[in-house]
């Protein structure tokens, strides 16, 4: 099917692709300005833009249709999930369609024999392990906005989640994914196996934040519930000695499930939103999480007792029951939403730095907020030293947003000097595109938009996010993805 040719404009244009399009979805088409405002941003709220439509397709098929039409008509297309995005990774683009996939939100299969989940891109992070806990099982990565993300959108991100620290992120524990490309045709990477053959296909699609395909199916990895689990809470006088702590804790070749620091700012708002019984006269706290067979977990509770203690720590309570576990996470996972409520506007930072920089990049996070003359609230996964800071601001205030944006560059600038990165699990997308080159010289990022031309010769899918500039595909000479394959020229042999 292809859109007629149109003189009348963009009205006329926008018309006719409606149409189009409401003939491959007859029932998923929101095309009503009103009813666009809906989509026209996601988590990173500072960004707002309209798409021509929303097509919100109910099976692969649909989705096949709707990119082969965009693709024969040179229509762009921004894939989205739930819209939770950090980054502005579903940020619609004004002369383009969005392309929502939460209708697409059936479990497919559930295979326990070999530990994973067949899923649609559209079911919640926290819906798969609904899905299989009563057989005592789980999905480990675990985002704050895990009862709305989507697995779909989870695989764009390569998100993690508070247990990432031992169990990795959607990438450890990602088997398949059914891919549709932007010719309609639908590829298979991976699949039930652990270790697939060939190359590493699976890992380019996971993290590609929807740059090169739209994932039409999942499937996962499911991990058996642990035996034993105890949370720790422990308080400190200083976020520099909670770091520290933590250095020491995986330097003594201890791994939790899980270490997470909240500073004072942040205690603060989740005690006045829940209530959780954290310790408002300590400047920070390490809640860490240690799970596996009883005699073991308590062995090595004991140990990190002492190494807090030994790092100042002013006192380490014990959460061993379920209930008691909930309560100490009860804060942490609600801290979003609890800093959400001290200002209007709030942007949250994804640098990762190596574990023994904390204490100095989380002392020079607060020098900053300082001299940028805003409040901060730092809430992060320590194990990993992925940082996210919390820097609030009012839209409404003139020069507020500028001032924010300068912060956050400054920050994720910050990790990159220390030997970290500039993202850990919520991508590049929009927000941290024109830092790229922090990170890669001219020569690493055209090989990225080579591969990015491979299965998207037009730059049709997602335009606009990552790459601070793309190299018009043609003057690379890249090669393309037809029907699923891709040409390798004849290589010599070794």
Same mark, same amino acid.
């Given at each position: 099917?292809?859109?007629?040719?149109?003189?009348?404009?963009?009205?006329?244009?926008?018309?006719?692709?409606?149409?189009?399009?409401?003939?491959?979805?007859?029932?998923?088409?929101?095309?009503?300005?009103?009813?666009?405002?809906?989509?026209?941003?996601?988590?990173?709220?500072?960004?707002?833009?309209?798409?021509?439509?929303?097509?919100?397709?109910?099976?692969?098929?649909?989705?096949?249709?709707?990119?082969?039409?965009?693709?024969?008509?040179?229509?762009?297309?921004?894939?989205?999930?739930?819209?939770?995005?950090?980054?502005?990774?579903?940020?619609?683009?004004?002369?383009?369609?969005?392309?929502?996939?939460?209708?697409?939100?059936?479990?497919?299969?559930?295979?326990?024999?070999?530990?994973?989940?067949?899923?649609?891109?559209?079911?919640?992070?926290?819906?798969?392990?609904?899905?299989?806990?009563?057989?005592?099982?789980?999905?480990?990565?675990?985002?704050?906005?895990?009862?709305?993300?989507?697995?779909?959108?989870?695989?764009?991100?390569?998100?993690?989640?508070?247990?990432?620290?031992?169990?990795?992120?959607?990438?450890?524990?990602?088997?398949?994914?059914?891919?549709?490309?932007?010719?309609?045709?639908?590829?298979?990477?991976?699949?039930?196996?652990?270790?697939?053959?060939?190359?590493?296909?699976?890992?380019?699609?996971?993290?590609?934040?929807?740059?090169?395909?739209?994932?039409?199916?999942?499937?996962?990895?499911?991990?058996?519930?642990?035996?034993?689990? %105890?949370? #720790?809470?422990?308080?400190?006088?200083?976020?520099?000695?909670? *770091?520290?702590? @933590? !250095?020491? +804790?995986?330097? /003594? $070749?201890?791994?939790?499930?899980?270490?997470?620091?909240?500073?004072?700012?942040?205690?603060?708002?989740?005690?006045?939103?829940?209530?959780?019984?954290?310790?408002?006269?300590?400047?920070?706290?390490?809640?860490?999480?240690?799970?596996?067979?009883?005699?073991?977990?308590?062995?090595?509770?004991?140990?990190?007792?002492?190494?807090?203690?030994?790092?100042?720590?002013?006192?380490?309570?014990?959460?061993?029951?379920?209930?008691?576990?909930?309560?100490?996470?009860?804060?942490?996972?609600?801290?979003?939403?609890?800093?959400?409520?001290?200002?209007?506007?709030?942007?949250?930072?994804?640098?990762?730095?190596?574990?023994?920089?904390?204490? %100095?990049? #989380?002392?020079?996070?607060?020098?900053?907020?300082?001299?940028? *003359?805003?409040? @901060? !609230?730092? +809430?992060?996964? /320590? $194990?990993?030293?992925?940082?996210?800071?919390?820097?609030?601001?009012?839209?409404?205030?003139?020069?507020?947003?500028?001032?924010?944006?300068?912060?956050?560059?400054?920050?994720?600038?910050?990790?990159?000097?220390?030997?970290?990165?500039?993202?850990?699990?919520?991508?590049?997308?929009?927000?941290?595109?024109?830092?790229?080159?922090?990170?890669?010289?001219?020569?690493?990022?055209?090989?990225?938009?080579?591969?990015?031309?491979?299965?998207?010769?037009?730059?049709?899918?997602?335009?606009?996010?990552?790459?601070?500039?793309?190299?018009?595909?043609?003057?690379?000479?890249?090669?393309?993805?037809?029907?699923?394959?891709?040409?390798?020229?004849?290589?010599?042999?070794?």
């Amino acid at each position: 099917m292809r859109m007629p040719e149109l003189d009348q404009g963009i009205v006329a244009r926008r018309a006719a692709l409606v149409d189009a399009l409401h003939r491959l979805v007859p029932d998923g088409v929101v095309a009503d300005d009103d009813a666009l405002v809906a989509y026209d941003t996601d988590a990173l709220t500072a960004y707002r833009q309209k798409p021509l439509a929303a097509v919100l397709p109910a099976s692969a098929d649909e989705v096949s249709a709707v990119l082969r039409f965009c693709a024969a008509n040179k229509v762009k297309v921004v894939p989205r999930g739930a819209g939770t995005s950090l980054s502005g990774g579903a940020l619609p683009v004004g002369d383009g369609v969005l392309l929502g996939l939460s209708r697409m939100n059936k479990v497919l299969e559930i295979d326990l024999e070999n530990r994973c989940a067949v899923v649609q891109p559209g079911v919640t992070n926290l819906g798969i392990t609904r899905a299989v806990e009563r057989d005592g099982f789980y999905y480990a990565p675990d985002p704050s906005s895990q009862v709305a993300c989507t697995i779909g959108g989870n695989v764009a991100e390569n998100s993690g989640g508070i247990h990432c620290l031992k169990y990795g992120l959607t990438t450890n524990n990602l088997l398949g994914v059914e891919l549709a490309l932007l010719d309609g045709n639908r590829i298979r990477f991976g699949g039930k196996a652990l270790d697939p053959g060939g190359l590493d296909l699976l890992g380019v699609i996971t993290g590609s934040e929807g740059l090169l395909g739209v994932v039409t199916e999942v499937t996962v990895r499911l991990r058996p519930k642990p035996p034993c689990a %105890k949370a #720790l809470l422990i308080a400190f006088p200083s976020i520099e000695q909670a *770091g520290a702590c @933590v !250095a020491d +804790v995986i330097a /003594a $070749g201890i791994v939790p499930a899980a270490m997470e620091i909240m500073d004072r700012f942040a205690i603060e708002a989740v005690e006045s939103y829940c209530a959780p019984g954290y310790p408002r006269d300590a400047a920070a706290i390490l809640i860490a999480e240690l799970d596996g067979m009883e005699i073991e977990v308590d062995a090595l509770a004991k140990r990190v007792d002492d190494i807090a203690r030994a790092n100042g720590a002013l006192d380490c309570e014990t959460g061993a029951t379920d209930a008691d576990r909930d309560r100490i996470w009860l804060g942490r996972k609600a801290a979003f939403a609890a800093a959400g409520r001290i200002a209007p506007d709030m942007l949250c930072m994804d640098g990762t730095i190596p574990r023994r920089a904390l204490p %100095k990049v #989380l002392a020079r996070i607060g020098e900053m907020a300082a001299e940028f *003359g805003l409040p @901060v !609230a730092n +809430v992060f996964h /320590a $194990g990993d030293g992925n940082l996210h800071p919390l820097i609030m601001y009012d839209v409404m205030k003139e020069g507020d947003l500028g001032k924010a944006e300068a912060f956050g560059a400054a920050i994720l600038k910050l990790c990159v000097e220390v030997g970290g990165v500039l993202t850990g699990e919520h991508g590049v997308g929009v927000e941290k595109r024109d830092l790229m080159p922090l990170m890669f010289d001219p020569v690493d990022l055209a090989v990225q938009g080579s591969l990015k031309c491979a299965f998207d010769p037009d730059a049709l899918l997602n335009p606009g996010k990552v790459f601070p500039a793309l190299q018009a595909c043609v003057e690379g000479g890249a090669m393309h993805v037809h029907h699923g394959r891709m040409p390798f020229p004849n290589l010599p042999r070794l």
